[in-house]
């Protein structure tokens, strides 16, 4: 059985935002536009009609009435058939709430998931007390909707809290992140899917509908296949058969190329991170290096210990303002080999005039300045004596 016996009778208002269809021993519902209150009671009397193994419920709807959506989600929940939830568009405020009924929830890659916390509107003429009465209620609304939000992500109450009060977008993949959705579907996929239905169950529409509908069915039909035109799937001429099977190919060409891209960019994020471990190794091996250079120049006197962790810390900043640096210093000067004044007192005998002068070496082979300038007075003083004589 497919719908008892009565379903959607005519003397119902159906809501502008509710459509109910059969497609084979499917339902679909599509949840489009804002849920009032007053059209809640249709939308369980119809749910409580259905008698299939799959409900699919495509919703793109900002919300409205939270008590209305608490209604709708409890009957979806409570209902024996698997309950496929799809968020073609948007799904705001209740409408998320709603959303939490599927046992299996998919959403469009472009797709919009918002969350926020109860308010209420249109206050009039309301007095100090009432406004409490109103704050407990949506108190106590608000328990309600985070306590399905945490069921269904297995977040903390306080994170879903801290998500509600930003009241704001999430895109698909955010929402996927978050774990509100199960799986992230691209509208080709969409288009497959509702096209496949079509082509499939064409003939058993005609027979549950208990009236043939072949110019309806071919309507549909055309215009389907003039979308597989459109996507280059099909040429004009092809046949239901064909253009479901090729179909078929693209998409799952489309699907390949998409595992085909995870893996590209997967293999990316694994070569960037091997180039970030080598360029950290080049650099740890670069310190290394330079830190002996200024080493080998403090054992050479070029650099003072104290110059040391400054040197370094600017060649880790700039490699190459930390060498410059370093080649800044100079070694200081060797003394010269050449013959001078002083080393020629040093370098005169101790025979003759330099007899009785005072060693002018150290026993280490090293200058004694201090007896070299005595000598050099005593040379001053005995040409002073010559000179008067």
């Known amino acids: ?78 209902h024996p058939a698997k309950v496929n939830v799809v968020v073609d568009g948007e799904a705001s405020s209740i409408a998320s709430y709603i959303a939490m009924a599927g046992d299996t929830i998919k959403m469009a890659a472009d797709g919009l998931w918002l969350v926020h916390k109860p308010i209420v509107s249109n206050l009039e003429m309301v007095n100090e007390d009432d406004l409490v009465a109103i704050i407990q209620d949506l108190q106590l609304l608000e328990k309600s909707i985070v306590g399905r ?105 489309a699907k390949q190329d998409k595992e085909d891209l995870k893996e590209a960019k997967a293999t990316i994020e694994t070569l960037n991170t091997r180039v970030e471990e080598l360029e950290t190794e080049n650099s740890e091996t670069a310190i290394e290096g330079f830190t002996a250079k200024v080493d080998a120049a403090i054992e050479n006197k070029r650099v003072k210990k104290e110059q040391k962790d400054a040197l370094i810390n600017t060649f880790k900043a700039c490699a190459k303002a930390g060498q410059e640096m370093l080649d800044s210093f100079v070694a200081p000067k060797a003394p010269t080999t050449g013959t001078t004044a002083v080393d020629g007192a040093i370098n005169r005998g101790g025979d003759g005039d330099d007899a009785g002068k005072l060693p002018e070496k150290n026993e280490d082979g090293s200058k004694n300045y201090t007896n070299i300038a005595k000598n050099r007075k005593a040379d001053r003083e005995a040409e002073k004596q010559a000179n008067a004589a």
């Open 1 to 78: 059985m497919a719908i008892r016996e009565g379903m959607m009778s005519k003397n119902k208002k159906k809501p502008d935002w509710c459509n109910f269809s059969l497609v084979g021993d499917r339902a679909r519902m599509n949840l489009y536009g804002e849920i009032y209150s007053w059209d809640a009671a249709w939308f369980i009397e119809e749910l409580s009609e259905i008698d299939v193994p799959d409900i699919d419920l495509h919703i793109n709807s900002l919300g409205g009435s939270i008590t209305a959506g608490i209604g709708i989600y409890t009957n979806l929940r409570a």
């Open 149 to 253: 939000y945490v069921e269904k992500t297995g977040k903390t109450e306080d994170e879903i809290k801290d998500l509600m009060k930003e009241d704001r977008y999430m895109s698909a993949e955010e929402a996927l992140e978050w774990g509100f959705v199960d799986e992230i579907i691209d509208a080709l996929e969409l288009v497959a899917k509702s096209t496949r239905e079509k082509f499939q169950n064409a003939g058993r529409g005609k027979q549950q509908a208990n009236q043939p509908k072949p110019k309806k069915e071919d309507t549909n039909m055309s215009v389907h296949k003039d979308k597989l035109v459109a996507l280059c799937v099909v040429g004009r001429n092809a046949s239901d058969e064909d253009a479901l099977s090729q179909l078929e190919t693209f998409v799952n060409q």
